[in-house]
């Protein structure tokens, strides 16, 4: 005789409520970022100076609160504002409570205040006596200075140079900023300089008015023309000599070191 098997009562109170759970519930939508998501922008920013740090203030809208916020996709707070910032690019990132994230970018260029003046002592020419004290303005901290390409360091004065044009430089803890400065040979266009292209250039037939061009009795056209004197005297093609030229008279070593040291220094009004 086989005996039917009887669900007790508790059993089927426990069913029905399982088949009542599962059926009446609605099962939860998942969430479209694309649609429910927030989106972000830039508010603000400052930009970083040679003595301050820049600033971010990230703008967002839409998603679920709390929002969260990032500039580097890694770290998130729940200020929108980010300060102490160098020079450099930022991606922002806006999180809501889904997960869902927004991302823009920002650059920081930084604002450069600082300056850099030079005073020169003269080095004479083909002399190596000359020196450089820099002074640095706008920016903060230790400065530190160099010359001509060499490593910095912490003093502004160099020495023991050459009449000529150099390169320096200053920098702080944030920036750097590059200038020209000449070391002057010292010598005068007014005292040596038109004394010789007077007699040796600037004579009868050359390079005078009305007889050949340039007119090298005119400070402009000599200064206009500097670089190109420079080359020639040194390749001892200016004044020309030889048949044709009797009365021109050869530039001795020293006047040709003499325009050369002058044109170096930037063919000065002097």
């Given at each position: 005789m086989t005996t039917a098997f009887r669900p007790s009562c508790s059993i089927l109170h426990m069913f029905v409520f399982l088949m009542m759970a599962g059926c009446s519930g609605k099962d939860e939508m998942p969430v479209n970022c694309s649609v429910s998501g927030p989106t972000v922008s830039v508010a603000s920013t400052t930009a970083p100076t040679c003595s301050t740090p820049g600033t971010v203030t990230i703008a967002a809208s839409g998603g679920t609160e709390p929002l969260t916020f990032s500039i580097n996709g890694l770290d998130f707070q729940?200020?929108?504002e980010f300060s102490g910032l160098a020079p450099g690019t930022y991606t922002l990132t806006v999180m809501d409570a889904n997960e869902c994230t927004a991302t823009t970018s920002v650059g920081l260029a930084v604002k450069n205040d600082l300056t850099l003046s030079f005073t020169?002592?003269?080095a004479g020419c083909e002399g190596s006596e000359g020196s450089v004290e820099l002074?640095?303005?706008?920016g903060s901290g230790t400065y530190l200075y160099s010359i001509d390409g060499e490593s910095f360091v912490e003093s502004p004065v160099f020495t023991g140079l050459a009449n000529g044009e150099y390169s320096i430089a200053v920098?702080?803890?944030f920036c750097e900023f590059h200038t020209k400065a000449i070391v002057p040979s010292g010598l005068s266009f007014e005292a040596t300089i038109s004394v010789i292209i007077k007699n040796?250039?600037?004579t009868g037939t050359c390079h005078v008015s009305d007889a050949q061009f340039p007119d090298f009795t005119k400070l402009?056209?000599?200064q206009g023309n500097a670089a190109h004197i420079k080359e020639r005297v040194i390749k001892r093609e200016m004044p020309?000599?030889?048949?044709g030229n009797p009365e021109v008279i050869a530039l001795t070593d020293d006047e040709?070191?003499?325009i050369v040291c002058w044109v170096t220094d930037g063919a000065p009004n002097n």
């Open positions: 729940s200020s929108s020169a002592n003269v002074s640095a303005a706008g920098k702080d803890g040796k250039c600037a402009s056209n000599i020309p000599i030889g048949e040709i070191n003499k």
